[in-house]
Nanobody, 131 residues
Framework: QVQLVESGGGLVLTGESLTLSCAAS????????LGWFRQAPGKERRFVST????????FYVDSVKGRFIVSRDNAKNTVYLQMNSLKPEDTALYYC????????????????????????WGQGTQVTVSS
């Protein structure tokens, strides 16, 4: 049974940093793009960042560009989200998710930003940024 387990959330002050981790099990890790999403109270789950399966290309929503860094350690089956210069508007429940790569002979589809296209999800970790 595939499991994604997030950790590293917490309560921080504006401007501080946190690093989230997401450990995957029972998953062929290098066959999956990994994504981070967040959901604030009363709002939809929204894309934050993704990293591709093999090349490690990264994508970010505009509001976190220059502040967040996504990375993955394929040897540890773990994806990270380093969050710097945190703002109160970053407060949310953060989820990691995995989607299997879709490739033909010459092209692999980039990771989607639509959460409904992801195959597996973690349980979420809360990030609260206080002003």
């Amino acid at each position: 049974q595939v499991q994604l387990v997030e950790s590293g959330g917490g309560l921080v002050l504006t401007g501080e940093s946190l690093t989230l981790s997401c450990a995957a099990s029972e998953l062929t890790f290098t066959s999956y793009h990994l994504g981070w999403f967040r959901q604030a109270p009363g709002k939809e789950r929204r894309f934050v960042s993704t990293i591709t399966a093999n090349e490690g290309r990264t994508f970010y929503v505009d509001s976190v560009k220059g502040r967040f860094i996504v990375s993955r350690d394929n040897a540890k089956n773990t994806v990270y989200l380093q969050m710097n210069s945190l703002k109160p508007e970053d407060t949310a429940l953060y989820y990691c998710a995995a989607v299997r790569t879709v490739c033909d002979l010459s092209f692999c589809r980039p990771p989607p930003v639509n959460p409904q296209e992801y195959d597996y999800w973690g349980q979420g970790t809360q990030v609260t940024v206080s002003s």
